[in-house]
């Protein structure tokens, strides 16, 4: 291949530019990654319906990400640990999502203290948090990402505990040195299943393998809508957004408890497999919340198409999470571009071809659902 022309090229050219270990990792859903899959084909299930003759001649995909503005609805999910699939990282997607006008969501776990991403441009960069039993350390991160110029704390609250995700069992994964987490100290850095056993933790046979399960900064498992909303607000006059929501149910409790936004998300298939796809999830979010706070959308989007659909279906935007991660893989912060740029040009184009000038004309009249799911060519 000389040149990637779409969002899977990418996928193929970094798997075979990583080491087997960090392509699995990064690849893998949770057991039977059913929700993994059909978060990608349930987009497929979605048809546009185009208009025609409406002067398509200028295309405007300005969008904004909570009131900032971007240059298009695709921004970055969080996803941790980027210096695996190339050596600078989480600088480099900050790089490229500057270049891009776009918004950048860092995962606590990322590679590169928070503090070394930010970048003085137009660009929009929200924090992601996870809420640990040992809240000063939460409390620490949401303190530094405020003086660092984070614009909204990311709560994921999907993750009480950590899905199975079977390669990273098979491969005994372990972050490779020299990299660390880099917004914690030493003392909190993450132990293999076997480290944890040596350490008479956990007992090697239970896998449930390693984000959160660190000796001070374990998952906040207790959490309840009444307790951590509160003590966020408490702490933090940032925005908060809760990434991982699936129901009406828990969308009309968002709404209640004074959240600013919803990330429709399964977490790319990571935790609960079986779990709806999330572009399947979003209608009943969307009508649940009736705009009175922002709803977004991540998980399966490959193509520019898919964010037309997303946007049909009311996301204010997208985050894509594993193709950032493969432009990355492949080429750096000019990989990461190219990969913003191919999913924007190609929702222009949908856009153009369905007669929708601005983001405000995509609506649900554009879309019809389709028993008929197309074999992949
Ligand atoms: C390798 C990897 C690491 C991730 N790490 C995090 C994380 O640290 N925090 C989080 O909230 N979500 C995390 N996610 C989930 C993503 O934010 C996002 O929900 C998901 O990747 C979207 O699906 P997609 O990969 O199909 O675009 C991770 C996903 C992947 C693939």
């Known amino acids: 291949m000389t040149q990637p022309a779409c969002i899977d090229d990418f996928e193929h050219l970094a798997k075979a530019r990583l080491p087997k270990a960090a392509w699995d990792y990064y690849a893998s859903g949770a057991n039977d990654m059913e929700t993994l899959q059909d978060n990608c084909e349930a987009f497929r299930r979605y048809r546009v319906r185009p208009r025609v003759l409406r002067d398509v001649s200028r295309i405007d995909t300005a969008s904004d990400f909570l009131g900032f503005p971007a240059s298009c609805p695709i921004g ?84 009480p505990q950590v899905g199975r995700r079977l390669p990273d069992a098979r491969n005994v994964f372990k972050l490779p040195k020299p990299w660390r987490l880099a917004n914690f100290p030493k003392e909190f850095q993450i132990l293999t299943a076997s480290e944890r056993a040596a350490a008479g933790r956990v007992n090697q046979g239970e896998m449930d393998e390693l984000t959160n399960e660190s000796l001070g900064n374990r998952s906040d498992t207790t959490l309840t809508w009444v307790e951590c909303i509160p003590w966020l607000r408490q702490v933090t006059s940032l925005p908060i957004i809760l990434k991982g929501i699936l129901t009406q149910e828990d969308a009309l409790l968002a709404v209640k408890h004074g959240c600013d936004g919803i990330i429709v998300s399964n977490h790319g298939g990571r935790q609960l497999d079986s779990v709806s796809a999330s572009i399947d999830a979003l209608p009943e979010v969307v009508a649940a919340v009736k705009g009175r706070l922002e709803v977004y959308v991540d998980g399966g989007i490959r193509r520019g198409s898919d964010v ?62 389709s028993k008929f799911v197309p074999a992949k060519l």
Not at 137 to 155: P, Q
Request: proline share 5%; net charge positive.
């Open 76 to 159: 970055i999910a969080p996803s941790a640990m980027q210096c695996m699939a190339h050596p600078d990282g989480e600088r480099a997607t900050s790089q490229a999502v500057a270049q891009f006008q776009s918004c950048m969501i860092l995962s606590t776990y990322s590679t590169t203290p928070l503090e070394e991403v930010v970048k003085p441009t137009n660009a929009s960069y929200w924090f992601q948090l996870y809420l640990y039993q040992n809240r000063p350390v939460s409390a620490d991160l949401i303190r530094r990402a405020e003086r660092a110029g984070y614009r909204a704390l990311v709560l994921t609250v999907d993750t």
């Open 308 to 369: 037309f659909k997303a946007l049909a279906l009311g996301a204010k935007g997208v985050f894509i999470g594993r193709p950032a991660l493969w432009g990355l893989g492949y080429n750096g912060q000019q990989g990461v571009e190219e990969v913003l740029k191919i999913l924007h040009d190609e929702l222009r184009l949908t856009m153009a071809l369905a007669g929708c000038r601005s983001i405000a004309e995509i609506n649900p009249g554009c879309l019809c659902k």
